[in-house]
T-cell receptor, first 114, second 113 residues
Framework: DAGITQSPRYKITETGRQVTLMCHQT?????MFWYRQDLGHGLRLIYYSAAADITDKGEVPDGYVVSRSKTENFPLTLESATRSQTSVYFC?????????????FGPGTRLTVL | AQSVAQPEDQVNVAEGNPLTVKCTYS??????LFWYVQYPNRGLQFLLK??????LVKGSYGFEAEFNKSQTSFHLKKPSALVSDSALYFC???????????FGAGTTVTVRA
């Protein structure tokens, strides 16, 4: 089916472990984004990508790494997870041509760091 | 820099009554404004957007929003709320020349039967 998928949907890990959250979109949208959602903060941008091999930091990038070797995939890696990274993570994409301007969101990944 | 403020953490209304969720924004250029809704354990769903033109925009599920440039506001409204409208609502803004969104903290809407 077309859209954005995220995996895993739920993840429990321990402090210090490396974790990778996957994001895949079927529209070939050029821009993709990673947000984290925390109570009282809304959604905050972690990293974004304008195209394959082009990434840039958002508002809260510390402790995260991204890559984008293919247009459709945008994985987010926590190199050494900390408890403060317990959150719900959303991936999004946007079509940058035509009249479409809204971002489309994946279903989210709930990450718990013990 | 761009930012969004949603001054109310929670809004409670009775079913059938009007619903308003407030949003004010700050952006250096011309704004693109959005409302999203999130149901429990779900992703964000797009409701409506203001890009240009008519200040009153209509969206999904009977929602509408009014862009007010002088007050830098983009309040979400629904004339007659339903219990099924109970959810978390986010206002978001971006500059016309940028694709990055800034979100408000969210407003939890509870509609009681």
């Amino acid at each position: 089916d077309a859209g954005i998928t995220q995996s895993p949907r739920y993840k429990i890990t321990e402090t210090g472990r490396q974790v990778t959250l996957m994001c895949h979109q079927t529209w070939s949208h050029s821009y993709m984004f990673w947000y984290r959602q925390d109570l009282g903060h809304g959604l905050r941008l972690i990293y974004y990508s304008a195209a394959a091999d082009i990434t840039d930091k958002g508002e809260v990038p510390d402790g995260y790494v991204v890559s984008r070797s293919k247009t459709e995939n945008f994985p987010l890696t926590l190199e050494s997870a900390t408890r403060s990274q317990t959150s719900v993570y959303f991936c999004a994409s946007i079509r940058t041509s035509g009249d479409y301007n809204e971002q489309f969101f994946g279903p989210g990944t709930r990450l718990t760091v013990l | 820099a761009q930012s969004v403020a949603q001054p109310e953490d929670q809004v409670n209304v009775a079913e059938g009554n009007p619903l308003t969720v407030k949003c004010t924004y700050s952006v250096s250029g011309n704004p693109y404004l959005f409302w999203y809704v999130q149901y429990p354990n779900r992703g964000l769903q797009f409701l409506l957007k203001y890009i240009t033109g008519d200040n009153l925009v209509k969206g999904s599920y009977g929602f509408e929003a009014e862009f007010n440039k002088s007050q830098t506001s983009f309040h979400l409204k629904k004339p007659s709320a339903l219990v099924s409208d109970s959810a978390l609502y986010f206002c978001a803004v971006r500059d016309r020349g940028d694709y990055k969104l800034s979100f408000g903290a969210g407003t939890t809407v509870t509609v009681r039967a």
